[in-house]
Structures are given as C-alpha cells and as structure tokens.
C-alpha cells in the first residue's frame, strides 16, 4: 500500500506509468478478471480560461487545452461493459470537437460487436457520453436515478434547448427503460462484480464517478466528475456544472478514494492518460490505451 500523500496524487505522478504497447484483450483463467481500456473518439482544442471556472482570478497566462473525448471498455471472459458511450452527432459540433472513430467502429477494432454489449454505465446524460444507446440492443443501462429523473423532466418540459443533454440522446435511455433494461441507481453500487458506482453530482446532478478493480490494480474512472488533471492539482472546477460546491467536493471525494485504495484517478478528458498508460496492440493501436 502507497502512502497517503502519494496516492492522492493525480495519475501521471504515481508509478502505474507504463511504457511500450499492451495486448488486447489481457487474459484471465477467471470470468471476473476486469480489463480495462480507454477509447479516444474524438478530441477538441480550447482555452484554459474557457474550461476552468474562475481562472481568470489564478493570475496565471492563457494558454491551449487540448481535450480528449473517450469512452471505457471493462472486459472479462464473457461480458463487455462499458462506461460511456461517446457521441453520434456530426463532426465539428457545438463545442468544435472532431469527432474521429465513431463508437461502434472503435469497439469493432478491439474485436467487439456492438451487440454483444452486456451493460452500459451512463455516467451522465451530456450527449458526449450517452450517444449510440440504440446500437446496444442486448445491453442493460445503469444510471442515477438522480441523472434520470432531471433531464427526463427537462425533456418533458421541453428544456433541453441549450442544454449538454438531446432528445435524441434522453429519448434513448427511455425506451431502455421502456424495454426493461434501464436500471437506476440511489446511492453507491456495485453494478457488476468489481465494478462500483458513485452518485457524486457536481458536473450533473447525477454524475456517477466508476471504481473498477481491473487485472493489474483498481482504477478510478472519473469521467466528468473530474475532466482533467489540472482539477486534481490546482484544484480547479470545471467551467459547466449544475452544482459547483457538489464538484468541489467530487474532487475531494475521488482524491480521499484514491488515498484509501492505491487506485491511479484517470481524469475523463486529460490527453495525458495516452502519454502515461500503454496503446493497445492490433487495430486499435491508435485509439485504444490499456489501463488495467
């Protein structure tokens, strides 16, 4: 077990640093052995001041924010799940993101067929994160209840207008639930075996940080409770949130979990988590980093 000071520590400081390219998928004599990888689909160039709530008041100098737009995979013997699902909308979108490897042609080149998905974590509704719901027909959807019932109002209100969040996208997750395959969650969960929820909110009201206990050490995937590295050293928010105190303290609750655990945070937008964790080999090699 590391020490405290170094476990808190955002991921790029602490020695899961790997080099060099990793097999895909990891092997494991048991059906419960998590492998875990990070697929990029798309990526976005902006400002610090932009993204960061209250950086004009850091007193530091402006600069480029290179944005990674990914999606997880957690694999075992015989059951794929993952943890997000990118966006279907068209290229150079709202934000000027390049969307680069649709989702079903990034899971096709790690060998997997969309419909053989068996669980989608939706770790918040933004439409970066939920799109392609309908290509996941097998697949259970998992949740907050929290996240559910917020934009499923909205949507009914008509009150999606200007939101992060589509009819396209929140109509999807209904019929989910519609077909019995939505589950919604209260508070921290166990979704699968080695595979924990928690409802942390901040970015949304909703928004679920995942700890996976992944083949080479446990992980925590933090999607957009914590975007990028820079909120873990500078304690910065991100500039979009419905609940800023909720995000500060997401912060601090993902940082006490990584102390407690030894698990490495990997920060849902950091292009620094392909510089410091091994490419995949095969097909994916240029989109796909191993994590566990």
Request: overall charge negative; aromatic content about 10%; glycine content about 8%.
């Amino acid at each position: 077990m590391h020490s405290v000071d170094e476990d808190s520590r955002s991921f790029m400081e602490q020695e899961r640093t790997k080099s060099g390219a990793s097999d895909w998928p990891a092997t494991s004599d048991s059906a419960d052995g998590l492998t875990v990888v990070q697929v990029k689909y798309g990526d976005r160039v902006t400002r610090k001041s932009v993204v960061f709530h209250g950086f004009a008041e850091s007193g530091e100098a402006d600069a480029d924010q290179l944005m990674d737009y990914s999606f997880w995979v957690a694999l075992t013997a015989d059951k794929v799940i993952l943890i997000d699902t990118g966006y279907d909308i068209a290229a150079q979108d709202w934000l000027g993101e390049v969307s680069r490897t649709p989702t079903p042609e990034g899971l096709r080149l790690l060998g997997i067929d969309p419909a053989d998905v068996n669980l989608v974590i939706a770790t918040h509704f933004h439409y970066d994160h939920v799109g392609y719901i309908d290509h996941f027909p097998a697949a259970t959807i998992v949740a907050s209840r929290t996240e559910y019932e917020y934009w499923v109002a909205k949507y009914a209100e008509n009150g999606l207008v200007g939101e992060f969040a589509t009819p396209r996208d929140v109509t999807a997750i209904m019929r989910a639930g519609d077909e019995g395959r939505l589950r919604l969650v209260d508070g921290v969960t166990e979704v699968f075996s080695g595979i924990t929820v928690y409802p942390v909110g901040g970015h949304c009201p909703g928004q679920l940080l995942t700890y996976v206990e992944s083949l080479s050490g446990p992980l925590i995937l933090a999607s957009d409770a914590i975007h990028l590295s820079e909120q873990l050293e500078r304690g910065w928010p991100f500039f979009a949130h419905t609940d800023l105190d909720e995000m500060v303290a997401a912060i601090a609750f993902a940082k006490e979990l990584s102390a407690r655990t030894g698990a490495p945070i990997i920060p849902g937008h950091d292009p620094r988590v392909r510089t410091h964790y091994p490419a995949v080999d095969g097909p994916a090699n240029a989109i796909a980093t191993a994590l566990g």
